[in-house]
């Protein structure tokens, strides 16, 4: 039964202040395991679920927007990244993120980015790997979510499930006057393997799993620091393997982000106190539920909405490739399955490319990468920039405004930057081109 455990915390003599130095009693949060706990949905609530899947996997389903979707994957993943990191206070361009990306793979790419924006391309490489490697597992263990949670804070000193007892909020060395304490440190290995368990299951439906097992973590809180970053990262995991969505295209984290204050109130409905049975706990995950489910509906809106302006910016490409190519006295449109076009469906997902990228990526040999990567900056598509002494970059300027645009956009609490400013740091606007 979930409940509210009394605890006494001993005073801290290295606190740097009376305060800090403070000795008394508060109350440690025990939630209900996932595995066993009773859940009656309404029927309001159970449609409200159906239709925002139905929505997803028609978004996911559309043959034109599954091939814009999969390559706005990493897109995503980008933008959250960034987003975190500014709300961290460091300051990364979507454009020099993409550099230092680029020059994981590529060695002769070194400038152009900052010490900052590699840090955040690392990021972005390690969660992409642990997320799919979690996604693909038949069984996800507590020792998997310890390897994601590395792999989000490679720097962090404490990895692996706490040993300590955590809070949020009130004064940094005790608990007494924190706006919450999760479980104390000998609860926590049971609730991650019950939470594991639940979600290697399938006792209820993809969103209904991943709002669940969301805020389980995230009222467990299982690590020391970096628990927000891991909880988002198991909402795709969820979708992914219970096949709702291909991959992490649902920018569900970046709804969450800005709708802070709901989802900070949905979370603390979660923690109910009493029978798990009972009618209290039941509308205390209603309406957390109530919550997720908005979250979902409108994140679906916003990829959907992105993958148009995606299938958009793609279509724009092609006519001026056309037009490159009529002038040029060249055949109007790329053969189907060319460089040439196999890089415009690639864009999207990899803004910034060299001949030898290209070379490695489509498995074409360096003069083809070259010629195609030319065609394309000749025509308007791609930009040149200088990476490193003897080296051409190549960059889709364009996807870096679509990127700013809708990172901008999730962060207005209207989804509509007209209509209420961004709520969080945002990169500015991006210049009118001339």
């Not at 455990?5 to 440690?28: C, H, I, N, Q, T």
């Not at 209290?280 to 994140?299: K, P, R």
């Not at 970059?393 to 870096?400: D, P, S, T």
Request: proline content about 6%.
């Amino acid at each position: 039964m979930a409940t509210w455990m009394p605890r006494v915390w001993e005073p801290s003599f290295d606190a740097p202040s009376r305060r800090g130095r403070r000795a008394g009693k508060y109350l440690a949060y025990v939630p209900d395991p996932l595995v066993s706990r009773p859940l009656v949905l309404s029927a309001e609530l159970g449609g409200r679920a159906f239709d925002v899947e139905s929505s997803l996997r028609e978004l996911s389903g559309t043959s034109t927007m599954a091939t814009c979707l999969e390559g706005l994957a990493r897109f995503l993943l980008r933008s959250e990244a960034m987003a975190s990191s500014r709300i961290e206070g460091l300051q990364v361009s979507a454009q020099q993120v993409a550099l230092a990306e680029l020059a994981q793979t590529d060695e002769s790419v070194t400038r152009g980015f900052t010490a900052n924006a590699q840090l955040v391309a690392n990021n972005i490489t390690a969660v992409r790997q642990a997320a799919t490697a979690l996604a693909a597992s038949r069984a996800v263990t507590v020792s998997d979510v310890d390897g994601l949670h590395q792999a989000l804070l490679p720097e962090e000193k404490h990895h692996g499930v706490r040993t300590v007892q955590n809070w949020i909020g009130g004064d940094d060395w005790h608990p007494i006057d924190a706006d919450f304490v999760p479980p104390p440190p000998e609860c926590v290995a049971d609730l991650m393997d019950d939470l594991c368990a639940y979600l290697n299951g399938g006792l209820h439906a993809p969103l209904v799993q991943a709002a669940l097992v969301h805020a389980q973590f995230e009222t467990i809180h299982p690590y020391t620091d970096g628990n927000g970053r891991v909880g988002r990262a198991l909402i795709h995991t969820v979708l992914v393997r219970r096949g709702l969505t291909p991959s992490a295209l649902l920018p569900i984290s970046l709804v969450l982000l800005t709708r802070s204050q709901e989802y900070l109130a949905g979370l603390t409905a979660f923690r109910h106190d009493g029978p798990a049975a009972g009618a209290d706990a039941q509308e205390a995950v209603a309406a957390w539920l109530s919550m997720f489910l908005d979250a979902a509906a409108v994140a679906v809106d916003q990829a959907k909405q992105l993958g148009e302006a995606v299938a958009e910016l793609t279509g724009e490409w092609t006519e001026r490739v056309a037009v490159h190519r009529y002038r040029s006295g060249i055949r109007g449109v790329p053969r189907a399955g060319s460089a040439t076009a196999r890089l415009l469906e690639l864009l999207p997902e990899l803004p910034v490319l060299t001949a030898r990228t290209v070379q490695r990526t489509l498995g074409v040999s360096f003069p083809q990468a070259r010629q195609a990567l030319e065609g394309l900056a000749d025509a308007g598509v791609l930009y040149r920039k200088d990476v490193d002494r003897g080296t051409t970059g190549y960059l889709a300027r364009e996807v870096f405004d679509l990127l700013t645009f809708t990172e901008r956009r999730l962060a207005s609490t209207r989804w509509d930057t007209r209509e209420a400013t961004p709520s969080r740091p945002v990169p500015r606007r991006p210049e009118p081109k001339p």
